[in-house]
């Protein structure tokens, strides 16, 4: 069977199976494998927080936050379980342990159905489970950090909390049972005795860390489950908070980069003569590319701008032509994804009855290809990393998603041990997957090592050098065919799409793991959703591209919710029917999904008269439903179109199942978040590369959605008490279709293509 | 090459070369972190000041253009109106508009000086002004949101 073996082939190759493995539940990952390191007055009560003397708490935090909002809600998390005083928690950076490495985001990486709940599935799981607490990674991504951390972070806090009691108990001479806490302070009513936290840190961490400590039930949360405000909203919006170019340690310089213009290519030559006879200039040096990034030339100075006026004056010659990209076009690639599903229908992810056969018995079928292109990441802010190199020891400040392998990817740069680098993570100014790539950090070391003389240099890169220089959301093609009888019931869907795999790809810059096998990623969005299909195939072929390719935030649901909701409203619309309706009768089997999808159109007025655009222009909506890092997504756009048939949205009405959730006015922010990030890619986004070169540079060849083109956007969470599902990404998916399906009915044109242009 | 300019109502001497933007001359000599870099085309916002309490985009803008002129940054709104800037962050904070926050100094400075310019923006005055400020995050309903409840606390607050 093939998914079996393509999970014991992928533990097998990652050195991790072993005999004699069990289950290790969250409560192991209460403490780290070294004590934390503490700071006078202070006492660490399992891995995961800092008391002080004075009260000052420190939760130790594992994940990196990007605006998602994982500081707040992984905070509140803690801070409820330990019954902390909120307004006192700060957060302290985590060591690198494998208590903090993300076992969700591997465990849902495994290419099984969501739906399919069987031995194989769960044992796998554990195994992966298993072998990521040994070389797994910190990394934030994926959608995963709450759902990773729920219980263990919890178990944390109410450890802590068990043990400052015990402590309590002891130092008032009752017995525990007679105890209360509540922010931060430990009160006896019968004799009104009362301890701070502060005050018993101390006896508290003299005590063994209990591992079984019951969690407080849902009517028990003080925190979870209220719209705290974000704890750093403030420094936000003063300015004070602190990025990746933000670091400023004593003797700062800073550097300025060209790379080459081709990806993957190299720098045959460099003259720097006039660079270096510029004020400020220290030093113009050549760097190879590291972990996945393309070779360049740095120039050094003491004022940023210095540093670019020397790399302007700085003469290089490039070698193009041996770069495996040299020559590739995305259009030509593209085209040969279209050709390669000629002859090839992939891998397949999902299968279910006899799908050829029911197409042969259906009244009448359709089929549509659709195409989507490379995307850019285009963070606010561009790739930067500082970093200092000195007595054999490295130290960066990075806006990376992932710290351990940041350290490890400078280490194998410099030619260090990985104790000898220290990371620092910033604050990220935009994510969406591509700080999941550490080849700017790895750069910017080898740039401190060659040209800082042991002061630490500050690499910024231009805007231009960013988004010719990203690892881009891979092109796709997908083919559809569907099936329908006399009565307009869907009888069979045949989907095969192919492209890159991010991550094969990211995998193997990472961890140098070969490109093999299927990877549930390059089909998700396609094999994995919530429709009950009588008769269906969902293959996909990966096909490697040289340009490089990354994660873009929900990944292959970026372009599969496109292609996917698009062909079903096709299928609706042939078969004469509401495409609400349509997808309703697909959801029998999925309560939760189909309890979204009405939602959805109930926020949205759906079968109501859509009200004329502010000019006076017709208006149409369209609907998608999406099932993505384990949540349940509906939007209904409506749309309409300008005199010169720009394409305008007006509003969105988005419905999330999520689960339980942590912090409602998080979850909302990540709505309007993913809306505006896909809203933004449906309408502009595109990177064309031709000859190995992106041919984009900056915002105004690659414009992004600005305030006025904003769309009002209502949100809707529905109150759940299963366990927290993903946030982050999955309000990205469902836009692009859900406006491509109001334009369907706005013009009865069905475009089929991103970025949606009306003809 | 050295001249003195007036930032955040404080006479500072600088060193930089005239031509060099007043964006380069706040981060890299003067240490001023607040004002962030986002294109270097005057295209993002992400580097907007305020030159006699008009928005302008730091990374196209020489320090030779702001000399004698009363330049503010993100770090300066306080001291310029407290009044005005501080309707805008507590709006800011009620409303919980920042996300990853990068491109917040800069939305903020454009929001104060519009406040200050026009006390009761309508949409489309808030479109215009902001307009020249992205957010990758999506903030942008909350922006609006925002300055409109500044403007409505600033009705209350006496001038």
Redesign the interface.
Known sequence: MKRRHFVLGTLGVAGALGVGWSLLPPRQRLATRTPLATGAGETALTGWLKLGRDGALHLVMPRS?????VHTGLAMLLADELDAEWSRVRLAPAPIDPIFFNQAVVADGLPFHPDSDGAIKRSAARLTAKAMREIGLMVTGGSSSIKDLWLPMRQAGAAARAMLLTAAAQRFGVPVGELAASDGVVLHAASGKRATYGELAEAAGRLPLPDDVPLKTPAQWKLIGKPL??I????????????G??A?PPGLL?ASVAMCPTLGGEVKQVDSSAARAL?GVKQVVMFPGYAGGTAGVAAIA?????A?QALKKTAIVWDEATSPAAGFSSTAFVDGLAKTLDSDSGFAYFKTGDVDAALKGAARTLSAEYRAPFLAH?????QTCTAQVRDGQATVWAPTQIPDAARRAVARALGLKAEQVTVHVT??????GRRLDMDFIAQAAVIAQLGGGGAPVQT?W???EDMRHDFYRPAAVSRFTAGLDAKGQLLAWKNSSAGPSPTQASLSRLFGLPKVGPDKTASEGAFDQPYAFPAARVGHVIVDSPAPVGFWRSVGHSHHAFFKESFIDEAAHAAGQDPVAFRAALLAQHPRALAVLQAAAALGGWGQPVPPAPDGAKAARGIALHRSFGSIVAQVAEVSLSAEKAIRVHRVCCVIDCGTAVNP?LIR?QM??????GL?AALYGRIDIENGRVLQS???DQP?????E?P??QTEIIASTEPPEGVGEPGTPPIAPAVANAIYALTGQRLRTLPLKVA | MSTTLTINGKSTAVQ??PE??VL??L???L?M?????????G??G?CTVLVDGQPVRSCVTPVAAVEGKALT???GLQALDARVAGAV?AA??KL??????????GQ?VAATALLKANPAPSDAD???A??G????????????AAIHAAAVALKDIPA
């Open positions: 936050e990007m605006g998602q909002g405000p974000r750093e909203a403030a420094s936000k919006a003063l300015g004070t908070a602190g990025f170019s933000d400023l800073y004020p003491d004022t940023p701008w210095h670019m285009a963070t606010m802010e561009p604050l990220l100014g935009g994510g969406f910024i231009s805007r231009e006015n922010q309007e978040s993913g809306i505006v990030f933004s900056n915002f105004h992004v959605l600005r305030i006025h904003c009002v956007i | 930089a070369e060099t933007p380069w001359l981060r890299g000599e240490k972190t607040g004002t962030k870099f986002g294109c270097g085309m295209l993002c992400a940054t993100v770090e962050r800011w904070l919980d508009v920042v996300q990853c926050g990068y491109c917040q100094s903020v808030i479109d215009t902001l307009a400020n992205l957010c990758r995050c999506g903030t942008y309903p909350r922006i609006r």
